[in-house]
């Protein structure tokens, strides 16, 4: 079985955002992680590995140095890693994030594809779906629980007070919740490997059946206005009064804004 | 010279420290005050190649350099100095030794399950009569056909009696010297856990470090194979001593994790902890420490991290001796960690002699650090040994 997962780095939350004056996200300027969706999506790439035997390929799109990411997926277990970098890919949105991303796979053998539900950073849980339509496979979201049994994959797909399973024939695509596991931990030994083996680096020449005015800021339908960091919180109300009354004032209070 | 670490180093050690951080901090109260040996951690550091950093690859390691392995010890020890020095042990004192010494049938038939971290191994040298002074051992062994019979007992040994395998050191001959004074001559072998013959005395009761296993071993006409034999007959001291050129940069790197450890906390707590209506961390008395903890941190990381280059300098040739850096590495390491740890408890009052603070534990972990492995004043008859030969 080959299996393509799907990864972003992005901001991580414990240090500060920067953004550029464009509005887009300053990238090159912060603390980066795995986005833990996809984390947890190229977990359960590498589970179906261990029990199935599979070949696990990360591909992600970014800066050079969203090398870092593969590197770390592959220390976690991954078997290749594929950069897609490019200026002229710059800036894009979902619509040109996933044209780029299926252009690349369309390069590669695959009968599963993984991709995390959604960036912590952008926060669409677009470009998933819409690679499988780039595409013209089956896609399956919000996965808890992922099986696969011959030629299908069978999905646990949480829904607001339920869950649905469902059963698609391959090759599709699931987008994976970071609930759906715990992610290992990379081995030292797997981090050193990582380190010597090769990234491959594809460019915009690289996609495969992509139209340029997809790709990149200029072919994003979606224009930012403005961004910014969180605003800060006001100060507050401080009283000062006996437990009981305490009590009494902040559930008043709760039932006023309608919390309870 | 580049002082900084490079991209797969700096992922290491985020490894480590995600690891150390969630799997082994929320335990390291709870193994310090039950005095338990952390065997569910254990299990998981041995699934994620803890167990094997600088062992080779062909043996069952991570084959990783002596660098990676320091900052796995420091990032444990930062937390959890019992899980440190359980990792340095087992790594430095049994697998390091094997690798170094082993023939490939023990290569084949222990290496490599200590690589995987499916054995724990433990090392024995000290005798209650013999630490420093490695003449006073008076555990023998006599080759009886093909087996070799050991008689004796060890004392203070880490991972006591979780280990699987011991590198035992003994006596085999005593030859006279020029002077015609008798010299014991000293043999290592491999023992395995369960060898008729090989029991455990009393489990030390301990200031720090209370969640590793430290037992008395017992041999009484215990029967090992001849092949188990490390290395050549006579040969022990040697082994030994290299063993603990390497250890000492394990214990380096505990005691090292033990200092920015309780320098991470004592940061924290000047800052929350006020006093006459403000932080304390704002008092210059407060500041000056800090910024002295800090630097000898610094210089101590130096060392530990000189010494361990200079360790895989000396495994691409053998010809290089990393005996100075590793002694030096440790002196200086274990003296700052006491420092800094007596410090961070002084800077937290009278909360820092309480359990509920871990810079209380730190104090007690970091003393043994000045002791074990060599005493600091054995590492100062090295250093300064070298200088004056």
């Known amino acids: ?260 | 010279m580049d002082f900084t670490l490079s991209k797969k180093h700096e992922m290491a050690r985020s490894l480590f420290k995600e690891f150390a951080e969630t799997e082994v901090k929320p335990y390291a109260q709870e193994t310090d005050e039950t005095e338990q040996f952390p065997a569910e951690t254990v299990a998981k550091m041995q699934k994620y190649g803890f167990m094997g950093i600088p062992i080779e690859k062909e043996f069952g390691g991570q084959g990783c350099d002596p660098l990676t392995y320091v900052m796995c010890v420091e990032e444990l020890s930062k937390v959890c100095a019992t899980t440190g020095v359980i990792v340095s042990a087992h790594t430095s004192l049994c697998a390091d030794p094997i690798q170094t010494y082993g023939t490939p049938a023990q290569k084949e038939k222990y290496l490599v399950p200590l690589a995987k971290g499916e054995k724990l191994g433990a090392f024995g040298l000290t005798e209650p009569g013999a630490g420093t002074d490695a003449q006073g051992v008076q555990t023998k062994a006599v080759l009886d056909g093909d087996e070799w019979v050991l008689n004796g007992s060890k004392c203070f040994i880490t991972n006591g009696k979780v280990a699987d395998i011991y590198i035992i050191i003994a006596y085999t001959d005593i030859v006279e010297d020029k002077r015609g004074r008798k010299q014991k001559k000293f043999s290592a072998f491999i023992v395995e856990k369960g060898t008729p013959g090989f029991s455990f005395g009393t489990k030390e009761k301990k200031m720090g470090i209370r969640g590793s296993s430290t037992y008395e071993l017992i041999f009484e006409d215990c029967r090992i194979p001849k092949d188990n034999l490390l290395g050549a007959r006579g040969k022990g001291f040697p082994i030994a001593m290299h063993t603990l050129d390497g250890g000492r940069i394990g214990i380096a790197a505990q005691a090292l994790g033990i200092a920015e450890g309780a320098l991470e906390r004592t940061v924290e707590y000047t800052k929350e902890r006020k006093q006459f209506g403000r932080s304390i961390s704002a008092q210059q008395n407060t500041q000056f420490l800090l910024a002295d903890m800090a630097t000898k941190i610094e210089a101590a990381k130096m060392l530990v991290y000189k010494a361990a280059m200079k360790k895989a300098q000396y495994q691409a040739d053998h010809k290089t001796s990393y005996s100075v850096e590793a002694a030096m590495a440790k002196l200086y390491a274990a003296e700052v960690a006491m420092e800094v740890t007596t410090k961070a408890v002084q800077l937290h009052g009278g909360y820092g002699y309480i359990r509920e603070y871990d810079v209380e534990r730190m104090m007690r972990d970091a003393k043994i650090t000045e002791i074990y492995e060599g005493t600091s004043e054995v590492q100062r008859m090295v250093i300064s040994g070298n200088l004056l030969k």
């Open chain 1, 1 to 260: 079985m080959k299996i393509v997962v799907c990864i972003k780095q992005v901001p991580d939350t414990k240090g500060g955002v920067k953004f550029n004056p464009d509005g887009t996200l300053d990238r090159a300027a912060m603390l980066t992680i795995m986005n833990p969706d996809d984390k947890a999506g190229l977990e359960a790439a590498l589970r179906l590995k261990d029990e199935y035997g599979a070949e696990v390929t990360v591909v992600t799109m970014g800066l050079p140095k969203a090398e870092e990411v593969l590197r770390e997926a592959m220390a976690m277990g991954a078997d290749k890693g594929i950069l897609v970098t490019d200026r002229v890919l710059g800036g894009a949105d979902t619509w040109a994030t996933s044209t780029t991303i299926a252009g690349a796979i369309r390069n590669l053998d695959y009968d599963l594809i993984i991709t995390g539900r959604q960036a912590i950073d952008g926060d669409t849980a677009q470009v998933g779906p819409q690679i499988s339509e780039h595409l013209g496979i089956p896609v399956i979201s919000y996965a808890q629980d992922i099986k696969v049994e011959g030629d299908y994959v069978i999905v646990n797909r949480q829904y607001e007070d339920r869950h649905h399973i469902l059963k698609a024939k391959m090759p599709c695509l699931v987008t994976a919740l970071s609930e759906l596991n715990v992610p290992r931990y990379m081995t030292p030994g797997g981090i050193f490997d990582a380190y010597d083996a090769d990234i491959t680096v594809w460019g915009r020449k690289d996609l495969k059946d992509v139209d340029d005015s997809d790709l990149g800021l200029a072919g994003s339908p979606t224009k930012i206005a403005k961004a910014s960091d969180k605003v800060r919180k006001g100060a507050g109300e401080k009283v000062a009064l006996e437990t009981d009354e305490a009590v009494d004032y902040i559930m008043g209070k709760l039932l006023e804004k309608h919390v309870i």
